[in-house]
Nanobody
Framework: QVRLVESGGGLVQAGGSLRLSCAAS????????MGWFRQAPGKEREFVAT????????LYADSVKGRFTISRDNAKNTVSLQMNSLEPEDTALYYC?????????????????WGQGTQVTVSS
């Protein structure tokens, strides 16, 4: 049984930083891409960042490129999202997701398992 548990959300002022983490269990972590998605109130869920199973390839949404960095530690079964220069528009519930293969993708349909989410609130 796959389980994904996010942590690290919170309230931060605009321009600040947060680091989200996601601990995975249940199957061979390095065999699957990992992604971060977010959903703000009244909006559709949107892709944020993804990383391949090996960790060698990453992809970011244009809105976060240059500010957010995704990384993974396959020895610890964790994936992280370092968020810098946060903006009020980044306020959302952030979800960790595990892909259906090692290949990364920005499409939600390419992810099989999802965490419960961690709230990020950026004040202006």
């Amino acid at each position: 049984q796959v389980r994904l548990v996010e942590s690290g959300g919170g309230l931060v002022q605009a321009g600040g930083s947060l680091r989200l983490s996601c601990a995975a269990s249940g199957r061979t972590f390095s065999s699957y891409a990992m992604g971060w998605f977010r959903q703000a109130p009244g909006k559709e869920r949107e892709f944020v960042a993804t990383i391949s199973g090996s960790g060698r390839s990453t992809l970011y949404a244009d809105s976060v490129k240059g500010r957010f960095t995704i990384s993974r530690d396959n020895a610890k079964n964790t994936v992280s999202l370092q968020m810098n220069s946060l903006e009020p528009e980044d306020t959302a519930l952030y979800y960790c997701a595990q892909g259906i293969s090692m290949v990364y993708s920005g499409a939600a349909r390419s992810y099989e398992y999802w965490g419960q989410g961690t709230q990020v609130t950026v004040s202006s």
